[in-house]
């Protein structure tokens, strides 16, 4: 048991969860975050990455939806910040728009902070410079991804999504360090089960911490514990609503061979084409996974068994259809609809173009499995929150994907972000 009392308690120190811990420690708040995985010491390599992806703990395979469809996530400090590709993307500007959310400032903010800037070009493998040209040649328009890396740091290694050991990127432990530096506290391997209410307000939580049931008490909560988490904290709190809408952003990679060229040595997702996004619901990105073990997850022994120093690839990401549910087990469904599987289509067409163009085998393709990475919609602003991230119960905040109101089909880390600013400043 914790006997101290918060101002806030914020569960989760993903992109969502330390951002507004920062932001409200640095305003002289009394916080505590709580945290359900560790800080990993070891990042980098498919063996380092079983310790913090979900999986099944007999069998190491992701744990997949009802109908075997897989989303991915991390449970540890620094949440999927810790395996993105370092991509720094405005998105969901229109949709949170129509709620009456302009986050212009708290953008301009974080992509100081974070140094987002334009890939380094230069950085670019043999490749994807064929890859950028092609696109060019054939009238798409492939640019370098704005960025939050690190090039100094750099070693152009191609496993961004396992895990940075070298610090080559921001990661949201960079602001749960400055929120610890102004005073905030933080539990690790804290798993929170429901937010403790009186009188239709919150008071605080209810979990298991290493030294077993705990429950703390705060002012306010603020849930940030992913898009697949969060909504079983809210329903075990009698947020009924909560659980409904999810979504993956799908993707697809299609990868083909050629005579001499690859993508090795340089950061994934180096280049992207949002053309088709507002149109189409689709975005393109240059993409090599290097890992063996997680192109056989992706696309089985085909995809194993590519040349990895003579393959290129290509990602299709969607707006996908957010038609799926988490139920309060933590179980979940998530179909791929007819939509989703026409825009993955479409877009992986446009890929093999491209990718033709650029020197692959046109017989060589292999096109995996849909998956998903940024599961959120599942307690969206208008259906569970209002537009100031506060559900029904009074004083009860969620501040991650969840609160998407639909798909973005792009990496959220930004947004989520700019939200969790947006949050702490309704608290001066």
């Known amino acids: 048991m914790k006997s101290k009392k918060y101002e806030f308690i914020i569960v989760g120190a993903g992109a969502g969860g330390a951002t507004v811990a920062r932001e409200l420690a640095k305003r002289g708040k009394i916080v505590l975050v709580l945290e359900q995985g560790k800080r990993e010491k070891k990042l980098g ?16 395979w992701p744990k997949a939806s009802k109908e075997g469809t897989f989303l991915y996530r991390t449970i540890m400090a620094g949440g999927t910040t810790m395996v993105s590709c370092a991509n720094g993307i405005r998105c969901g500007e229109d949709e949170l728009a129509a709620f009456g959310i302009n986050l212009n400032d708290e953008f301009s903010e974080a992509e100081q902070e974070m140094g987002i800037a334009p890939f380094n070009l230069k950085w ?10 092609a696109s060019k040649e054939l009238g798409y328009k492939m640019e370098p991804t704005p960025k939050f890396m690190r090039y100094n740091k750099c070693r152009r290694c191609g496993t ?3 895990g940075c050991p070298y610090d080559a990127k921001w990661t949201s432990l960079d602001y749960l360090d400055e929120a610890i530096k102004h005073g905030a506290e933080i539990m690790y391997k804290t798993a929170i089960e429901s937010v403790l209410v009186a009188h239709g307000k919150a008071v605080g939580v209810r979990g298991k911490g290493p030294e077993g049931q705990v429950e703390i008490f705060s002012d306010a909560v603020i849930i940030a514990a992913g898009g697949l988490a969060t909504p079983v904290i809210l329903q075990k709190t009698g947020i009924e609503d909560a659980g409904a809408n999810l979504f993956g952003d799908l993707l697809v990679n299609t990868y083909g061979v050629t005579k001499n060229l690859s993508q090795l040595e340089e950061p994934l997702m180096a280049l992207v084409d949002t053309e088709f996004h507002a149109s189409k619901g689709f975005i393109l990105s240059t993409w090599l996974q290097q890992s063996r073990l997680h192109r056989f997850v992706e696309a089985g022994v085909q995809g194993a068994l590519l040349p990895a120093n003579r393959s290129l690839g290509i990602m299709v990401k969607i707006a996908d259809d957010p038609i799926g549910r988490v139920y309060p087990d933590g179980s979940y469904s998530k179909p791929v609809t007819k939509n989703d599987r026409a825009r993955l289509k479409e877009g992986s067409d446009i890929a093999k173009k491209i990718l033709v163009r650029a020197g692959v085998n046109s017989k060589s393709f292999v096109v ?9 919609g599942t307690a969206a602003i208008g259906k569970v929150v209002d ?9 009860l905040f969620v501040c991650d994907a969840s609160v998407f109101p639909t798909s973005l089909g792009a990496p959220p880390i930004l947004t989520i972000a700019a939200l969790a600013k947006r949050l702490a400043k309704t608290f001066v």
């Open 124 to 133: 670019l493998s043999k490749g994807s410079k064929k890859i950028l040209e």
């Open 45 to 60: 390599g498919a063996i380092n990455s079983l310790r913090y992806f979900d999986h099944h703990k007999v069998t190491m």
């Open 368 to 376: 995996g499995n849909p998956v998903g990475a940024h599961p959120g």
């Open 387 to 395: 537009k100031n991230l506060q559900t029904k119960i009074d004083n």
């Open 160 to 162: 961004c999504c396992l």
